[in-house]
């Protein structure tokens, strides 16, 4: 066959077993004696177990290659095994000698008799496949590559799982060896020896180290527990004790009674329990229930090698299947006090051993068994003497056969009519709290079969009510939470009575209780507002919260006031828009304005923003009057008169026009409505006009003109 280049390199791991003694300190040790120096060997680790092996005088060795690829080519090559011995009184090199110079996997040829040999070894077989079986050889492609890799890999793990359970397909495959020239009391050093050629990668030898000085024993299983199910067995062992010796088991069965054993598992098993992973657990069926079962469980050890058979093992299933439930079950009653309950059973379960009825007035909990003693299994009736008319009487009929297979009918209500509703409940009180907790407390109901209240919430005294406890109350008081944040202020409650026959009473009287109002009413918003010359005109859409008594109005000046101040408060007004208009403003000043709701509970809208507006400002004032142009008379000069109502805080521009050459401004005067020109010449026609500013700037129109020819 082809070979398999192996990209890897690494170590043979070597896997020793000594079935002579249990291991030593020295196996352990991670520095190798001075007295190995001479070799390139390196220690590898070990799995050390305990066990017993019934052929003594040999040490059994087991090694795995570290790779797929490098198990292949080691194949074709082979190993090296070879031994010394170390004698501690002595200072010396060790001396190999050579236990096997060419350890090698059978042919293929010889492999089929030694299959034909042991029919019953299906390890052997495995690994037979494993080193044997043909390749799917395929064009160069990564694909390819991939799919011939997991052929290898699979070939592989095969080889390594089927030599872990066979002695003989270990030996076969050359991946154990059995010294058999082993002597008591001695220190054996062993080194497998990869026989690759130079060419090849480098792969180390292994070391193992064994002491001869003690024989282990391998210890019988014994059972923890079984399971006798309903044609169905569980045997139980102890794990964590055999998990040291054993690494599978073989189950060997016998269908003679226990004259002789065969091998029932063809693969060693190895199951751990399901509830409980502390044990190793063998499950089994069967066909027949109390046919006894007969099992011996064997170990089989780290290195291929079975442990001692234990002892029988002797189990049988059980009836495990209850019989039918009854049905058709009947009640009649038959006079106060009593019931008459009446069921049939399946003919087909002739294993009946007793008859139990049980009672409870509810339908899932509370039950009373009504028979002191089981009744016979013929009996088809049953007369409850103790049936209470004031409660709802649940009926439950159950039957076990002569395993005590239990099983009960479904629960069945024992007739008796009653339609007599409970009164309404009456005198309801309540409250709630800033926490929205409520308490409802009422009188409790004098009815006997009384089984409680349903208690029925609602914002809307209109609108349906909704139930709050899903089963009836028994107590008097009533505790619940309802959330406060939202628009209504009070909450409608109402109750019902229930009997033990589910009538329900009349809805009592509705309470009404008030919610603690922890919610602001909602914001005006300012809407249209302009400036006149009468004042501000302020306009707002008024709150939307129901419970809102009054609007309040503050302005504040810029510049002036620090504060915000009440100019003026709206009460019980409920027009969906509210107008005012500010006269008590400045002329040209600025002036801030906010509105807020206030409610029954005194609580205060948020802040919904601020208006900013400026007041009138007349820019243009009132223009002189009666304005005259006269000589004085000395006739030196033109005096100006004219009439204004306030002429202290004013100034009076005059304009003059000589000879149609333009108004200019010739003088302004302040406080007085008269003024002299002496500026004049003989013949001139001269124009005057006069403006009014004030103290802020404002300017009126000029005067009428006035014409003088001199």
């Known amino acids: 066959m082809k070979q398999i280049i192996d990209p890897f390199i690494g170590k043979i791991i070597i896997i020793t077993f000594i079935f002579l003694h249990t291991f030593g ?39 795995v290659p570290p790779s797929p690829g490098t198990w292949k080519k080691l194949n074709y090559y082979g190993y090296k095994v070879e031994r010394a011995e170390i004698d ?65 890999n699979n070939y592989f793990t095969a080889c390594i799982f089927a030599t872990g359970y066979s002695a003989l397909a270990g030996n076969t495959a050359a991946l154990r060896f059995e010294d058999k020239t082993v002597e008591p009391n001695k220190i054996y050093v062993y080194r497998i020896i990869p026989l690759l050629p130079a060419s090849e990668e480098f792969v180390d030898q292994g070391l193992a180290y064994v002491f001869t000085n003690k024989i282990a024993e391998f210890p019988k299983v014994v059972l923890n527990d079984t399971i006798q199910s309903d044609k169905y067995l569980e045997v139980f062992w102890d794990k964590p004790y055999y998990a040291e010796y054993y690494s599978s088991f073989n189950i060997y069965k016998s269908f003679d009674k226990g004259k002789t054993y065969q091998l029932y598992t063809p693969i060693p098993v190895v199951f751990t329990a399901y509830k409980d992973s502390t044990k190793f657990v063998f499950p089994d069926s069967t066909r027949q229930n109390y046919v006894d079962q007969y099992y011996k469980i064997q170990g089989i050890t780290y290195f291929s090698n079975t442990g001692p058979l234990s002892d029988p093992i002797i189990i049988h299933s059980k009836d495990r299947t209850p019989p039918t439930p009854p049905k058709n079950i009947k009640s009649e009653y038959v006079g106060p006090g009593t019931m008459k309950i009446s069921w049939e059973l399946n003919p087909n379960d002739k294993d009946i051993a007793g008859i139990r009825i049980s009672r409870s007035n509810e339908v899932d909990k509370g039950f009373m068994e009504l028979t002191a003693a089981p009744l016979d299994p013929k009996t088809r009736t049953f007369i409850d003497t103790t049936f209470n008319e004031l409660f709802i009487n649940y009926y439950f009929i159950g039957i076990y056969d002569k395993e005590g297979n239990p099983t009960v009918s479904e629960p069945h209500i024992g007739n008796f009519i009653d339609s007599f509703p409970p009164l309404a409940p009456l ?18 109901n004098k009815e006997l079969d009384l089984r409680g209240y349903y208690l029925y919430l609602n914002n809307n005294n209109e609108f349906n009510f909704h139930r709050q406890n899903g089963h009836p109350t028994a107590d008097t008081v009533w505790q619940g939470k309802i959330p406060l944040n939202v628009l209504t202020e009070k909450i409608y409650i109402k109750l019902k009575a229930v009997d033990n026959r589910m009538n329900h009473s009349e809805f009592s009287e509705v309470l009404t209780l008030q919610k603690p109002d922890l919610i602001a009413p909602v914001s005006p918003v300012f809407g249209v507002s302009e ?41 019980g007004v409920r027009l969906d828009v509210n107008t005012y208009v500010d006269k008590n403003v400045k002329a040209g000043k600025t002036y801030s304005y906010r509105v807020y709701a206030v409610d029954d509970a005194g609580l205060i809208s948020p802040d919904a923003g601020v208006l900013t507006l400026k007041s009138y400002y007349r820019k243009i004032i009132e223009p002189v009057t009666n304005l005259t142009v006269s000589l004085t008379e000395d006739k030196k000069a033109a005096r100006l008169q004219w009439n204004y109502q306030n002429q202290t805080n004013v100034n009076f521009s005059i304009y003059k026009n000589i000879n149609e050459t333009g ?39 000029f005067s009428e003109e006035v014409v003088y020819t001199f």
Request: net charge neutral.
């Open 88 to 152: 501690s009184t002595k200072n010396e090199k060790l001396q190999f000698v050579t236990l096997a110079d060419s350890l090698k996997p059978l042919s293929l040829e010889k492999w089929k008799v030694l299959a034909l040999q042991n029919p019953t070894d299906t390890m052997l077989m495995v690994a037979g496949q494993s080193i044997h079986g043909e390749y799917q050889y395929k064009p160069f492609s990564i694909e390819n590559l991939e799919i011939m890799d997991d052929q290898l």
């Open 531 to 571: 400036v006149t010359k009468d004042g501000i005109m302020l306009q707002w859409n008024t709150s939307k919260s129901i419970d809102v008594v009054a609007h309040v109005l503050e302005r504040k000046e810029e510049g002036r006031d620090t504060k915000f101040e009440i100019i003026n408060k709206f009460e």
């Open 427 to 444: 005198k309801l009180q309540g409250k709630i709290d800033t926490t929205g907790l409520i308490t409802v407390t009422w009188n409790q």
């Open 25 to 63: 300190n020295v196996m352990g040790q991670t520095n190798t004696n001075a007295t190995l120096n001479d070799t390139t060997a390196k220690e590898t680790a070990f799995i050390k177990c305990k066990g017993e092996y019934l052929e003594k005088g040999k040490v059994v060795l087991r090694w």
């Open 663 to 701: 108004y200019i401004t010739y003088k302004i005067v302040k406080g007085q409505t008269s003024f002299e020109d002496i500026k004049i010449k003989k013949g001139d026609i001269v124009k005057y006009r006069v403006k009014v500013v004030d103290q802020d700037g404002k300017q009126s129109e």
